[in-house]
């Protein structure tokens, strides 16, 4: 499978961006689908995930209350809707995917075996 990332862009303080994730060659509802960002000189952090199948999803602490995950079955692509943006919220965003992901290691890395390309994130303060 493919994953396209987009949406990512300039927004400033408490703005909101949705960000999407594209498969193509399965459908996204086979998938587990989760986002990832990555500050440079930092380790690439866990934001959501998606799990497949059904509606389950899980998000980080340091964005929960604040950012929501929607699927389209149609168009194969999962949404991170992202309010209330702050700087700490800058970075790449990475979408990634994989059809074999347990809910204690959905956080990992390691736990997906395909990546988007990744889609910048800037919020001004």
């Known amino acids: 499978v493919q994953l396209q990332a987009s949406g990512g862009g300039l927004v400033q303080t408490g703005g909101s961006l949705r960000l999407s994730c594209a498969a193509s060659?399965?459908?996204?509802?086979?998938?587990?689908t989760a986002w990832f960002r990555h500050v440079p000189g930092k380790d690439r952090e866990f934001v959501a995930v998606?799990?497949?199948?059904?509606?389950?999803?899980y998000f980080a602490d340091s964005v929960k209350g604040r950012f929501t995950l929607s699927r389209d079955n149609a168009k194969n692509t999962v949404y991170l809707q992202m309010n209330s943006l702050e700087p700490e919220d800058t970075a790449i965003y990475y979408c990634?995917?994989?059809?074999?992901?347990?809910?204690?290691?959905?956080?990992?890395?390691?736990?997906?075996?395909?990546w988007g390309q990744g889609t910048l994130v800037t919020v001004s303060s």
């Open positions: 998606f799990f497949r199948g059904g509606s389950s999803t």
């Open positions: 990634a995917a994989s059809t074999q992901v347990i809910y204690s290691t959905a956080y990992r890395e390691s736990s997906y075996a395909y």
């Open positions: 060659g399965r459908s996204s509802r086979t998938y587990t």
